[in-house]
């Protein structure tokens, strides 16, 4: 099992920035990627960035340029970097851990971009 913890969420003027963090914990060997996903309210979930044990990344078209994904040096800690955000960033941001078998979810932090 993994268990995956966020934090950094919050309210934010059109403009700044957030920093998003993931720790997980548990068996932290099997996961091959590790990302955020996002909700807004009436929406279906989507991918916002990913980041594989290589250090790989791949992001949503409407984040590039803005977000970035980065791991700790420990390996079970991810974080993003949310700069320019706009109202339309407004969602749920939730952690992901992918292994060969399982995907695994944090409980999900609030991002309010106010414009």
């Known amino acids: 099992q993994v268990q995956l913890v966020e934090s950094g969420g919050g309210l934010v003027q059109a403009g700044g920035s957030l920093r998003l963090s993931c720790a997980a914990s548990g068996r932290i060997s099997s996961i091959n990627v590790m990302g955020w996903y996002r909700q807004a309210p009436g929406k279906q979930r989507e991918l916002v960035t990913t980041i594989t044990s290589a250090g790989r990344t791949n992001y949503a078209d409407s984040v590039k340029g803005r977000f970035t994904i980065s791991r700790g040096s420990a390996g079970n800690t991810v974080y993003l970097q949310m700069n320019s955000l706009k109202p339309e960033d407004t969602a749920v941001y939730y952690c992901?851990?992918?292994?060969?078998?399982?995907?695994?979810w944090g409980q999900g932090t609030q991002v309010t971009v106010s414009s």
């Open positions: 992901c851990a992918i292994s060969l078998t399982m995907n695994y």
